[in-house]
């Protein structure tokens, strides 16, 4: 039977979602194709270079990659595209960076290669003098930059300099009653071997534990940064659990407090505080020789830890996240900065092995009034998707779906607060929002997980790092725009597996004919690359 895949000579590769090989196509060509675009029947992809680069630094040769797009193929691949292939994923490794008698420098295999990019305005200056035709001298300080400038002009180079071992500590994991999943321990080979990286795994499959993994092999003190507080005491809670840390070895560096422990737990947020021009707590980074930092949810890092990490390139770095997609376009920074991607479990087959809970995806679509389309049409382009995001009929729907699970825990999830505070009086359910307590939110999860309250209305602040095994359904009447990775983690709140092997349900509510159904399509990409399919559904029909 003719393959599953056409792939066309501007490196785009079209999938038949229908064809009976498609699975096994697109579980080929992940490692190293973005997914463009998800309509019913035949999704586009893209290769590019990065994906290519990430590709190869996980231990893929060009040989594979061509092999999976010629065995997949419908058609005869077009001879340039393979050969543009090779040469790309040939570019990585042909700069190192290496330290050659205590000193880093930057090595070519060909000297044409670091002529080219010695001569280049932005790399010049961080280079130092030549050791002979194929070397050159780096400044220490100058790692971090040198990488993300060498990717640019499309010389990724090979980070073979290796790390300092940092402050040493003891940190074993008590492994009793569990122990750690094969694709976990997968994942914290691959970064181990790799020095520095990425970790990709869906929500709900147990990040943390990768995390705790990597400490207990670096045996050193350790900076975990995190989104919020109540993620900082989510994470300390489960190495309370899992490892032999104790109480006074974690400390947490919050709004609330600034505790610098052998093991530290920030926050991007604090980090990130700017006062008078300057950024007073990044001083953290040199408080401690740490031996490994660790970024949970690597996929939001801000422009100023991006900056920090370029100066921390002789730590080892660990990047967790269910999701390498970043809007601002800034995966390059990550690839640089934190390291390329070491280990990707894709979603369905995390699925398949039982350790997350399959899911049902549905897009309900409503229609706004004739007054409203009116009101819509008239509006400023920015004013759009609000009032299609807020239209006033998605509240009696989101009713209506709540009353579909009477005895499931359901999470009603946000954007705008005055429809969330709406939606939680008509529900006469707890509203949770920035503006809620640390001790607030702390105090809403534990009743949610506990039963004593199976409805919550929350916003943004619970797209991550929020730890509800229990919630099975998740009703979405509202996102950032067209997030592909907040729909990704909204959809990771229902994932965990549930104790009596049910199914999760992730509704989307979507006013049709607005820029509401254009943002939902592009939210939708990254999971349909991951084989979810949504059903359409009329508001009416339910």
């Not at 290496?98 to 420098?105: A, I, K, T, Y």
């Not at 159904?517 to 399919?533: K, N, P």
Request: net charge negative.
């Amino acid at each position: 039977m003719p393959g599953a895949l056409i792939v066309q000579s501007d490196k785009t590769v079209l999938l038949e979602v229908d064809h009976e090989d498609a699975t096994s196509a697109r579980r080929a060509i992940a490692p190293f194709a973005e997914l463009e675009r998800a309509p019913e029947h035949v999704h586009t992809y893209r290769v590019t270079p990065l994906g290519l680069w990430n590709a190869r630094a996980a231990g893929f040769d060009a040989e594979q990659v061509v092999d999976a797009l010629v065995t997949h193929s419908r058609f005869p691949v077009p001879h340039a595209l393979l050969i543009d292939v090779a040469d790309t994923m040939d570019r990585y490794g042909r700069l190192t960076l290496e330290v050659v008698d205590g000193r880093l420098v930057l090595r070519a295999t060909d000297r044409p290669v670091l002529e080219e990019v010695r001569r280049h305005k932005a790399i010049a200056p961080l280079l130092g003098e030549a050791l002979d035709d194929l070397t050159i001298v780096v400044h220490p300080s100058e790692r971090g930059h040198l990488k993300q400038e060498l990717l640019k002009v499309g010389w990724p180079a090979e980070d073979r300099a290796g790390h300092v071992d940092g402050e040493s500590h003891p940190i074993a994991l008590r492994e009793e009653g569990w122990s750690l999943r094969p694709y976990q321990e997968h994942a914290v080979d691959g970064f181990w071997h790799g020095g520095s990286g990425v970790v990709v795994l869906p929500c709900g499959a147990g990040k943390t534990l990768v995390g705790a993994a990597a400490m207990a092999r670096a045996q050193a003190t350790t900076l975990i940064l995190v989104t919020n507080t109540v993620a900082a005491r989510q994470w300390r809670d489960e190495l309370l659990r899992r490892t032999s840390l104790t109480e006074d070895e974690i400390g947490e560096y919050s709004g609330a407090r600034k505790e610098v422990r052998p093991v530290t737990i920030a926050t991007y947020q604090l980090l990130t505080t700017r006062r008078k021009g300057v950024y007073p707590h990044l001083e953290l980074l040199d408080a401690r020789d740490w031996g490994l930092v660790v970024y949970d949810e690597v996929h939001l890092l801000p422009a100023p830890v991006f900056r920090m990490t370029a100066q921390l390139q002789s730590r080892r770095r660990l990047g967790l996240t269910a999701t390498l997609v970043r809007e601002d376009g800034r995966e390059d920074d990550v690839f640089s900065l934190i390291g390329p991607k070491r280990y990707d479990a894709p979603w369905k087959e995390i699925e398949a092995q039982g350790w997350i809970a399959p899911a049902e995806c549905t897009e309900v679509r409503v229609a706004l009034s004739e007054a409203e389309r009116l009101a819509y049409a008239t509006a400023e382009p920015k004013e759009r998707y609000r009032l299609a995001a807020c239209a006033p009929i998605k509240d009696a729907v989101v009713e209506r779906l709540v009353a579909r699970h009477p005895d499931e825990p359901v999470l009603v999830i946000g954007q705008y607060l005055d429809q969330l505070e709406t939606l939680a009086a008509r529900l006469d359910a707890p509203l949770l929002t920035g503006e809620t307590t640390v001790r607030g939110r702390t105090r809403l999860y534990e009743q949610f997980r506990a039963g004593a309250i199976t409805r919550l209305v929350v916003s943004k602040v619970a797209n991550f790092s929020v730890d509800l095994p229990d919630a099975s359904v998740a009703i979405q009447v509202s996102g950032a725009f067209g997030s592909r990775q907040e729909e990704a983690q909204r959809l990771g709140r229902v994932l965990r597996p549930k104790s009596d092997g049910r199914a999760a349900t992730f509704y989307t509510v979507v006013t049709r004919d607005t820029v509401d159904t254009d943002f939902a399509a592009h939210r939708q990409r990254f999971l349909a690359e991951q084989g979810y399919a949504y059903r359409i559904l009329d508001a009416d029909d339910l």
